[in-house]
């Protein structure tokens, strides 16, 4: 789709609804059965949020469903901080990382929050690599698609994702 400089989110969404909607069922796919929440209301949930946002336009497609995506990713993680707020059970939904992160065979498995705080700790200290692992991983955006959206080299995000990676490896290896 090729978009006018600063398109509105509203000439956006229609173009992209099935797309985020897609993205909204593989998101919801590791929750908990019992979630309250299903794709489409993601989908609305993180639209109205954009909305809120007052972007004035959008540059291109990837860089609002890229938005989109974070948005979805941060309403999960928020409702899931919530959901486990009152019940301190000592475990937390279960997310398995996308087949994009085979690399942390030792922690396949890790749970939503856990995921989320190792990958605010990545970004602060790498804000590229941070970008990099939320473009491939939970928008499954191919190398040259992320490079593309990021206008950086395929090479520079073969390296960065590398390391963001073994990092997160490290980060998320279970103790003990």
């Known amino acids: 789709m090729v978009l006018e400089p600063e398109t509105p989110i509203e000439d956006l ?3 992209v609804y099935e797309e985020l909607r897609r993205l909204a069922a593989r998101y919801m796919s590791s929750e908990r059965e019992d ?12 639209y109205l949020r954009l909305l809120q946002q007052k972007q004035e336009g959008w540059l291109n497609r990837e860089q609002f469903v890229a938005a989109a995506a974070q ?57 590229r690599q941070g970008q990099i692992v939320e473009l491939r991983c939970f928008l499954g955006l191919s190398v040259e698609d992320t490079a593309r959206l990021m ?12 390391t963001a990676r073994l990092w997160l490896q490290k980060e998320l290896r279970p103790t003990g």
């Not at 979630?35 to 993180?46: G, N």
């Not at 206008?151 to 590398?162: H, Y």
């Open 13 to 15: 969404m229609p173009a």
């Open 35 to 46: 979630h309250t929440l299903q794709p489409t209301a993601l989908v609305h949930e993180a």
């Open 71 to 127: 948005m979805m990713r941060r309403i999960l993680i928020n409702h899931a901080n919530a959901y486990h707020a009152g019940k301190r059970s000592g475990y937390a939904n279960r997310v398995v990382l996308d087949d994009a992160l085979v690399a942390l065979e030792e922690a396949s498995s890790v749970d939503a929050i856990s995921l989320d705080r190792a990958l605010t700790r990545l970004s602060a200290l790498d804000e």
């Open 151 to 162: 206008a950086i080299s395929p090479a520079t995000v073969k390296r960065e994702w590398s």
